[in-house]
Each structure stands twice: as structure tokens, then as C-alpha cells.
């Protein structure tokens, strides 16, 4: 005989935590499966340990989808406030680090905790090592196959999470189990990831490992962001970088303005004006990291002269090379480093309003397993929040 239950949930992560305190809070009975050890596995790495649980300026304009406006009325229904709300009910200490990141003052197991306190409110069952061998659909929902046990379901929530990080448990469980029901998959790639370089950049930027600039950087197609460049021995990251890299496409180069804030034209001549001898690296090292100087000198970036060498050409040419330095990078560091998946299930396959299936009914994916990806600042953590609690109200609906 199998276990019967209102709501089975995959993936014992953000949303499926989250879905399911919902939803047992609502009077649902709710099993949760993770084939990990620890549930909120990628929450207590995330923000470098102290979770940027949401963003104070979340906005449909902060995700990518193939399907734009999928998002709206999920973070319209539960927004940033309602979850700020939720963690100031716990007494959870946070501050804004940035642009309207919140971060917790501790821990990021403060948030783990917060969610494990929802679901025990809820008499949500959490069985974590669980292998899933099968889900089956039928009469009465879906029927998940473990190892010696079998759970009957009305419904099934997939919030498995996408491939980003192996090491945390990542697995492609969740499009699967969209393929085996018919749901159509978008080709899934990494984001918020860092540049790989071809090796003859790579040599010389290496030794500027651990330096960092605030800079703008632009794709191509045009989106940029204003954050701060981080070089690395095997790349580019910080901020601009793995923003960056969720828009762009192999093979394209990025342009890089190491100058956002400054008029290098006024500042040169002023300092021509006043230290007409002073040698152009000395100038722009008032601005820039010098070691970053003297590797766009080996890199014929910048020439070896002073002020007064300087002709208005090459001054000329020089700005546009430190306000559009063109690198083409060879790659990103892949699922082994992205903190999230571009692509996964298509959007248009389910409903917006509660992320149910349109073809299977009573089967419903949320976070990360679908094709809404977030910048970088507590913006995915609030899709899954939002997904999740939009996905618990038909939850509920259907169980009473
Ligand atoms: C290092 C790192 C730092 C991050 N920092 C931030 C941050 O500060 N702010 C922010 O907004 N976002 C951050 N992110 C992104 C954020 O963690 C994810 O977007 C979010 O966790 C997605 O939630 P989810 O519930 O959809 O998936 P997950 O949290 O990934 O949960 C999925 C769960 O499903 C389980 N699972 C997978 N396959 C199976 C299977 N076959 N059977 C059973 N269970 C399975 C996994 O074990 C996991 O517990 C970070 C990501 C990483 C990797």
C-alpha cells in the first residue's frame, strides 16, 4: 500500500521549503524528498555564507526568460516585503550590502532555520536521502517510487533547482521529469559565472589576480552593468563580470570602460596643465590599480610617454581604448562555479498564476528548475519565494 498524500515536493531547497510550509500551514499534508543530506544546501553557501535573501528593488526588469512577463504576477502577488516581513517575524538580523541586496547579519543558516520553523508549523515531513526511482502519473495524481516505499500524490511540485554547482546536489532531475510528461525544455546554460581568457591575455592578466576596478561592462547587444571587475587567475569575475555573463553569448566579446565615473579627457588635461613631465602611467595609476596600468602598457594599451609626448590623437585614441577595452573571453567556468541556470522548463507551458502545467494538471515547477533567471543581488532567492508561495495558493485550493 502507498502513503497518501495532498502534495509531493522534490527538492528540499529555497522554494520547495518554502512551498511547502505553505502549503502545510494551509491544513495540506506535505512530503518533502531531497536526495541530499541537508535540506537549504545552496542557502547556507549563498552570499558568502549569509544569504542575500532578497532584493529591495526585485523587479520583473532584474529576470531573463524566454517568456519576459512570465515572472510579473508571481513577484507581484508575493513580493520582497512580504519575505523582509517574514524574517523581521523571526527577529533574523539584516542589513543592505549594496543596490538593495538584504544579507543576513549572522548567518545564512538563520534562513534555512526560518524555513525548517515553517514547515514544522506546517507537520511538513522532510525525508531527505530519498532516491527517486519513478514518478507516475494516474487517476488520483502521481505515484513517486523510493527505494521500499511508494508515495500516491494529488500533487506533484518539482522544485529540483537547475545544474549550477554538481557538488551541492544539483541534478537534471526536474526537466527530466518535464520531458517525461511532455513539457518542452529550454536549452540550459550557466549563469552568474566567470570569464574564462584565451592563454596570451590570460598570461599577462593573471598577475593582476585579486585586483579589483569599479567598471562599466557591455555585451554586444548592449545591456551593461556598472559594478566592480574582479581579475582572477583563471579569469574575470566579481559583480560586472557574472552579471554580465548571464546575457552574454560564446563567441562575442565584452567591452570594458575602466573610467565610469571620470572625464579622462578633462583629467588629462588638467594634468598636463600642472605635471606636464609626469609619464602617463603615473597619471592614470591616480585612478587605476598601477598594476593594471603597467598590463595595459604590456598589452600596447597604453603608451610609454608623458603628458606632454601625448598628441590629441593619441590622447584621443587612448580614451576610447581605456572606455571600450575590447576582451573577447574564451568561456565561463561552467556549472562547476555558476550560481545559477539559464533556461530549463519552458514558461509557456505553465501558468503564470499558479506554475501548474497547462497539459498535466496538478503537476507545477518552481524556482530555479524553470526558465526564470535573476541578476545577481538576492534576485533568485525572491523568484523562488514568489514561485513558490503563487504555486502553494493552487496547492492549497486543490487539496480542500
Ligand atoms: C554558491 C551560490 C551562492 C548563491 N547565492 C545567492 C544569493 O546570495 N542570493 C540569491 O538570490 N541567490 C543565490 N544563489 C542562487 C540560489 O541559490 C538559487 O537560485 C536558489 O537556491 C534556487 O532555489 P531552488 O529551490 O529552485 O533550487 P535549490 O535551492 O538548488 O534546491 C534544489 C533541491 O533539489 C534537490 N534535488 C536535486 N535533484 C534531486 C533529485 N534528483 N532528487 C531529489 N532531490 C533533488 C537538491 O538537493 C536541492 O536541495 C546562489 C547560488 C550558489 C550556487
New binding site residues.
Given amino acids: 500500500m502507498s502513503e497518501q498524500v495532498d502534495v509531493v515536493i522534490?527538492?528540499?531547497?529555497?522554494?520547495?521549503l518554502f512551498c511547502a510550509a505553505q502549503a502545510g500551514q494551509a491544513g495540506c499534508s506535505v512530503v518533502v524528498?531531497?536526495?541530499?543530506k541537508k535540506?537549504?544546501?545552496?542557502?547556507l553557501?549563498?552570499?558568502g555564507g549569509r544569504?542575500?535573501?532578497?532584493n529591495m528593488y526585485a523587479e520583473p526588469a532584474a529576470y531573463l526568460s524566454n517568456n519576459p512577463h512570465f515572472c510579473k504576477s508571481a513577484l507581484a502577488r508575493y513580493t520582497q516585503w512580504d519575505f523582509i516581513e517574514l524574517v523581521n517575524r523571526h527577529g533574523i538580523p539584516y542589513h543592505e550590502k549594496a543596490l538593495g541586496q538584504l544579507f543576513c547579519d549572522n548567518s545564512a543558516e538563520e534562513i534555512v532555520d526560518l524555513l525548517l520553523k515553517e514547515c514544522d508549523d506546517g507537520n511538513v515531513r522532510l525525508r531527505m536521502r530519498?532516491?527517486?526511482l519513478a514518478v507516475e502519473g494516474n487517476d488520483e495524481g502521481f505515484l513517486i517510487k523510493l527505494a521500499g516505499a511508494e508515495i500516491q500524490a494529488k500533487s506533484l511540485v518539482v522544485?529540483?533547482?537547475?545544474l549550477?554547482?554538481p557538488g551541492?546536489?544539483?541534478?537534471p532531475?526536474?526537466y527530466k521529469i518535464a520531458e517525461q510528461f511532455g513539457l518542452p525544455v529550454l536549452p540550459t546554460r550557466a549563469g552568474?559565472v566567470p570569464f574564462t581568457l584565451h592563454k596570451p591575455l590570460l598570461e599577462v592578466l593573471q598577475t593582476l589576480s585579486g585586483i579589483a576596478a569599479p567598471v562599466t561592462i557591455a555585451t554586444e547587444g548592449g545591456m551593461s552593468f556598472k559594478e566592480s571587475l574582479l581579475f582572477t587567475h583563471r579569469g574575470l569575475s566579481g559583480p560586472a563580470v557574472l552579471q554580465l555573463s548571464s546575457y552574454w553569448q560564446p563567441g562575442e566579446s565584452v567591452s570594458i570602460n575602466l573610467f565610469p565615473e571620470l572625464n579622462i579627457d578633462d583629467f588629462l588635461n588638467a594634468e598636463r596643465e600642472s605635471h606636464p613631465n609626469q609619464s602617463l602611467k603615473n597619471t592614470l595609476a591616480k585612478h587605476l590599480p598601477k598594476r593594471l596600468v603597467e598590463c595595459l602598457q604590456t598589452l600596447g594599451k597604453v603608451p610609454e610617454l608623458t603628458l606632454k609626448q601625448l598628441s590629441a590623437t593619441q590622447q584621443q585614441q587612448l580614451i576610447d581604448t581605456l572606455q571600450q577595452w575590447q576582451i573577447q573571453p574564451n568561456g565561463t567556468e561552467g556549472y562547476r562555479t555558476?550560481?545559477?541556470t539559464l533556461g530549463g522548463v519552458d514558461t509557456k507551458a505553465l501558468s503564470s498564476k499558479t506554475m501548474e502545467s497547462s497539459q498535466v494538471p496538478g503537476l507545477y515547477f518552481?524556482?530555479?528548475?524553470m526558465d526564470v533567471t535573476?541578476w545577481l543581488?538576492?534576485?533568485?532567492?525572491?523568484?523562488?519565494w514568489s514561485s513558490a508561495w503563487a504555486c502553494a495558493q493552487a496547492v492549497i485550493g486543490k487539496s480542500k
Avoid: H
Avoid at 535540506?39 to 542557502?43: D, L, M, V, W
Fill in positions: 522534490i527538492g528540499a531547497g529555497a522554494a520547495g524528498l531531497d536526495n541530499g535540506p537549504g544546501r545552496k542557502i553557501m549563498s552570499g544569504c542575500n535573501f532578497t530519498s532516491e527517486i522544485a529540483s533547482g537547475g549550477s554547482m551541492l546536489g544539483a541534478t532531475f526536474g552568474l555558476a550560481e545559477v518552481i524556482g530555479e528548475v535573476g543581488g538576492g534576485y533568485n532567492f525572491q523568484w523562488a
